[in-house]
């Protein structure tokens, strides 16, 4: 059974709908058949297992389930972990949209193992901006080649996402800085899977000013240069819903030396290369994990049979395996024109892709198990395990009502709407069908820009939801104006079009009408 999207159907996509040209289609298909290839005979049969068996701490350390180890090693081998660092630092150097079609497979195949490289990758790409030339001498190469795994070192017991309350402190020690604090949620915070691990950990410096803008950058390694253990700690791993392989790990960092990445101070504007290049793995997460649900579903209900035929053929069956088929069509495509998109566009859609693209996982998975019915409630056929997996994807790397406040806040408000108003305007003149929808948002957004704060945040996700959902069917408006589209692509497509888009309705009538519930101050009881 095939648990990835087609790699063609992807390289199609990016070239034909999204106007990828700085590699030829066949470059593409050859990457993505590759990643595929890996996904499917390497990761894909350790999903299952590494689900039951999950990840086990003692005294420490951390162990993964069997065979995790050698996938990374095989992963690393092939140059994925590189794949777009730059040629000098050991990597191949091909444009990030490439490196991102490719982690989908994997994320499909076993979402818990691609965490690993994802965090690795997004680990080079704030190196490669932020890091000095000595820095990247000495880090890069060793993460580029798999050797060392990286880590995002935020979050701490009493700030949660609300990073201007981090207490880990910095204290200086000779050319170096003794690292003090505990950090929570650290995926891959300790594994045994490589020979060592790379900490980009937030901090406070002697006399800093508080709030965000006195928050500081370090690079704190497992192991130091002299191959002593430094002091960060991997304390407990959480149990959780889903992503049972995964190590989700709390750190105590007891005086760990580490140096300074970046300027004095600007360490929360120097991780946005790292959690911005984060935001766009998860929201592929979301469309892998759409994906793989579908591919379990359609395989499912092509051999189950009801009333004498496979309940494939029953509509309302049908209706849910396209609408799956369909979320993952529309969350790749906005997730990948995010990625090639620039300056204020890539900014604004960075935060719709990922939260749009998270939510349609959750959905589609969900969706996934209702196709299998009773069966799909027990864990034997695989289906819940999808749903489980996917829910942590609207949460993590800023929960999704944050990329909402990001994009009403920044994508909206602070420009007076101008960014949102040329995409407007581009999808206006280019898709005449969708203009209904595009005056629905126009409509939206005038309404945010003039409404009361409070009434304004109460609308932020609808508003989001709405934006996501017009720019995944404009795109998929493209889909079919091409006459090569794939046949599976075409249907997808024009699902989309005919039974998601018309939620941006109801979406902006529930935003310009937002009870007194919802913008009070009240307990709730």
Same mark, same amino acid.
């Given at each position: 059974?095939?648990?990835?999207?087609?790699?063609?159907?992807?390289?199609?996509?990016?070239?034909?709908?999204?106007?990828?040209?700085?590699?030829?289609?066949?470059?593409? /298909?050859?990457?993505?058949?590759?990643?595929?290839?890996?996904?499917?005979? &390497?990761?894909?049969?350790?999903?299952?297992?590494?689900?039951?068996?999950?990840?086990?701490?003692?005294?420490?350390?951390?162990?993964?389930?069997?065979?995790?180890?050698?996938? #990374? !090693?095989?992963? %690393?081998?092939?140059?994925? &972990?590189?794949?777009?660092?730059?040629?000098?630092?050991?990597? !191949?150097?091909?444009?990030?949209?490439?490196?991102?079609?490719? #982690? $989908?497979?994997?994320?499909?195949?076993?979402?818990?193992?691609?965490?690993?490289?994802?965090?690795?990758?997004?680990?080079?790409?704030?190196?490669?901006?932020?890091?000095?030339?000595?820095?990247?001498?000495?880090?890069?190469?060793?993460?580029?080649?798999?050797?060392?795994?990286?880590?995002?070192?935020?979050?701490?017991?009493?700030?949660?996402?609300?990073?201007?309350?981090?207490?880990?402190?910095?204290?200086?020690?000779?050319?170096?800085?003794?690292?003090?604090?505990?950090? =929570?949620?650290?995926?891959?915070?300790?594994?045994?899977?490589? $020979?060592?691990?790379?900490?980009?950990?937030? %901090?406070? /410096?002697?006399?800093?000013?508080?709030?965000? +803008?006195? =928050?500081?950058? #370090?690079?704190?390694?497992? #192991?130091?240069?002299? *191959?002593?253990?430094?002091?960060?700690?991997?304390?407990? =791993?959480?149990?959780?819903?889903?992503?049972?392989?995964?190590?989700?790990?709390?750190?105590?960092?007891?005086?760990?030396?580490?140096?300074?990445?970046?300027?004095?101070?600007?360490? /929360?504007?120097?991780?946005?290369?790292?959690?911005?290049?984060?935001?766009?793995?998860?929201?592929?997460?979301?469309?892998?994990?759409?994906?793989r649900a579908f591919r379990r579903a359609a395989a499912f209900a092509a051999e189950r049979r009801q009333g004498g035929a496979s309940i494939d053929q029953h509509p309302d069956v049908r209706r849910m395996l396209w609408t799956?088929?369909?979320?993952?069509?529309?969350?790749?495509? /906005?997730?990948?024109?995010?990625?090639?998109?620039?300056?204020?566009?890539?900014?604004?859609?960075?935060?719709?892709?990922?939260?749009?693209?998270?939510?349609?996982?959750?959905?589609?998975?969900?969706?996934?198990?209702?196709?299998?019915?009773?069966?799909?409630?027990?864990?034997?056929?695989? +289906?819940?395990?999808?749903?489980?997996?996917?829910?942590?994807?609207?949460?993590?790397?800023?929960?999704?009502?944050?990329?909402?406040?990001?994009?009403?806040?920044?994508?909206?408000?602070?420009?007076?709407?101008?960014?949102?108003?040329?995409?407007?305007?581009?999808?206006?003149? $280019?898709?005449p069908a969708l203009a209904g929808a595009v005056a629905a948002i126009r409509a939206a957004a005038a309404w945010l820009r003039g409404a009361e704060p409070r009434a304004a945040e109460a609308g932020a996700s609808p508003f989001?939801?709405?934006?996501?959902?017009?720019?995944?069917?404009?795109?998929? %408006? *493209?889909?079919?104006?091409?006459?090569?589209?794939?046949?599976?692509?075409?249907?997808?497509?024009?699902?989309?079009?005919?039974?998601?888009?018309?939620? =941006?309705?109801?979406?902006?009538?529930?935003?310009?009408?937002?009870?007194?519930?919802?913008?009070?101050?009240?307990?709730? %009881?």
């Amino acid at each position: 059974m095939p648990v990835t999207a087609p790699p063609a159907e992807t390289a199609w996509l990016l070239h034909h709908v999204l106007g990828f040209d700085s590699m030829d289609e066949a470059e593409t /298909l050859a990457v993505l058949e590759e990643s595929t290839k890996l996904a499917e005979g &390497v990761l894909a049969p350790l999903d299952a297992p590494g689900d039951r068996a999950g990840a086990r701490f003692e005294a420490g350390q951390v162990t993964l389930p069997d065979g995790f180890p050698a996938a #990374f !090693h095989a992963y %690393a081998a092939g140059g994925w &972990v590189g794949i777009a660092a730059a040629e000098a630092h050991g990597g !191949h150097g091909l444009p990030e949209v490439v490196a991102l079609a490719a #982690f $989908e497979p994997v994320s499909s195949a076993n979402m818990a193992f691609g965490l690993c490289p994802l965090l690795t990758q997004d680990a080079i790409k704030l190196l490669e901006t932020h890091g000095t030339a000595d820095q990247q001498t000495r880090l890069l190469r060793p993460m580029v080649e798999g050797r060392w795994t990286g880590t995002m070192c935020l979050t701490e017991p009493q700030s949660g996402s609300d990073l201007s309350g981090v207490r880990t402190r910095a204290e200086p020690d000779g050319d170096g800085y003794r690292i003090t604090g505990q950090k =929570i949620y650290i995926t891959y915070g300790e594994h045994g899977m490589t $020979e060592n691990i790379l900490h980009l950990v937030l %901090a406070r /410096l002697p006399g800093a000013p508080p709030g965000s +803008a006195g =928050i500081s950058l #370090f690079a704190v390694p497992k #192991f130091l240069p002299n *191959r002593a253990r430094n002091a960060a700690i991997c304390v407990s =791993i959480e149990h959780k819903l889903g992503i049972h392989a995964s190590p989700t790990c709390v750190m105590a960092f007891e005086g760990a030396l580490g140096e300074l990445v970046g300027p004095p101070h600007r360490g /929360l504007a120097c991780m946005f290369a790292m959690m911005n290049a984060a935001r766009l793995g998860v929201a592929t997460q979301g469309v892998a994990v759409a994906e793989r649900a579908f591919r379990r579903a359609a395989a499912f209900a092509a051999e189950r049979r009801q009333g004498g035929a496979s309940i494939d053929q029953h509509p309302d069956v049908r209706r849910m395996l396209w609408t799956m088929r369909a979320l993952a069509l529309g969350g790749r495509l /906005l997730t990948l024109y995010a990625a090639l998109a620039e300056g204020p566009r890539g900014d604004l859609l960075i935060p719709v892709a990922k939260a749009w693209s998270t939510d349609a996982g959750v959905e589609a998975a969900s969706l996934g198990i209702q196709v299998h019915g009773g069966m799909g409630f027990v864990e034997e056929t695989g +289906a819940a395990q999808h749903l489980r997996d996917a829910r942590i994807a609207p949460i993590y790397e800023g929960t999704n009502g944050i990329q909402s406040l990001t994009l009403l806040r920044r994508g909206l408000l602070r420009d007076q709407g101008a960014a949102v108003a040329a995409l407007l305007d581009e999808i206006d003149a $280019e898709a005449p069908a969708l203009a209904g929808a595009v005056a629905a948002i126009r409509a939206a957004a005038a309404w945010l820009r003039g409404a009361e704060p409070r009434a304004a945040e109460a609308g932020a996700s609808p508003f989001l939801q709405m934006l996501g959902t017009l720019t995944a069917g404009w795109l998929c %408006a *493209r889909v079919l104006a091409q006459g090569d589209a794939p046949a599976a692509a075409r249907s997808a497509a024009s699902v989309f079009l005919d039974q998601i888009v018309p939620r =941006i309705g109801m979406q902006g009538a529930m935003l310009a009408a937002p009870s007194e519930a919802l913008v009070g101050a009240g307990a709730i %009881a």
